[in-house]
């Protein structure tokens, strides 16, 4: 079974950069066929999906998120990162990692989620 | 992208109801649909996959239906670990997307 645990800080600053870490156990982000992805919710809103990237490297961003998205992989620690440039407090949100069995499937495992605001 | 639709936006309910909440998408998305159970600070859990295929472990008193942009998500007996907010998500066609929710609540 694949767990995932976000990692980082809680507050950022306006203009400045979130970076997040996805901790990936039970499952090689190198396996072939999986796909993991980076997820929001504004408070008390509803889901949005931000980017995934595959065990290759590939990505692919939500076009309706402005650009300054860079979903990455390191392979040596099975981890996964998001950064996001530039933020304002729009950006304030749980973000959630999730993993799917391939580019057209749903989200089976989900990490607990990590609540990021954008404050000075 | 292509939108998705929930109705109702929330519902209150009695234990062992019969609980249907239902889900349109902007365009048709033949059986590629899922739908997600979250409660209060917790991750969405995945219930449904393929409109209508029960993940492994998700009681079976949770079904669903539907294909092309019409589907829906049926809670046979609503018990009280039930309450929290459905969501339902297209991974047809990218970007994935999702609906905007169902509260649903125990009365």
């Known amino acids: 079974q694949v767990q995932l645990q976000e990692s980082g800080p809680g507050l950022v600053k306006p203009s400045q950069t979130l970076s997040l870490t996805c901790s990936v156990s039970?499952?090689?982000?190198?396996?072939?066929?999986?796909?993991w992805s980076w997820i929001r919710q504004h408070p008390g809103k509803g889901l949005e999906w931000i980017g995934f990237?595959?065990?290759?490297?590939?990505?692919s961003y939500n076009p309706s998120l402005r650009s300054g998205v860079t979903i990455s992989l390191d392979t040596s620690k099975n981890q996964f990162s998001l950064k996001l440039t530039s933020v304002t407090a729009a950006d304030t949100a749980v973000y959630y990692c999730?993993?799917?069995?391939?580019?057209?499937?749903?989200?089976?495992?989900w990490g607990q989620g990590t609540l990021v605001t954008v404050s000075s | 992208a292509i939108q998705l639709t929930q109705s109702p936006s929330s519902l209150s309910a009695s234990v062992g109801d019969r609980v249907t909440i239902t889900c349109r998408t902007s365009?048709?998305?033949?059986?590629?649909l899922a739908w997600y159970h979250q409660k209060p600070g917790k991750a969405p859990k995945l219930l449904i996959y393929?409109?209508?295929s029960l993940q492994r472990g998700v009681p079976s008193r949770f079904s669903g239906s539907g294909s092309g942009t019409d589907f829906t998500l049926t809670i046979s007996s609503l018990q009280p670990e039930d309450c929290g907010t459905y969501y339902c998500?297209?991974?047809?066609?990218?970007?994935?997307?999702f609906g905007g929710g169902t509260k649903v609540e125990i009365k």
């Open positions: 393929d409109a209508s």
């Open positions: 998500q297209q991974f047809n066609s990218y970007p994935l997307t």
């Open positions: 990237i595959f065990h290759s490297g590939s990505t």
């Open positions: 999730a993993s799917a069995s391939g580019g057209y499937y749903p989200f089976d495992f």
């Open positions: 039970g499952e090689s982000i190198s396996t072939a066929g999986y796909y």
């Open positions: 365009e048709g998305i033949s059986s590629a």
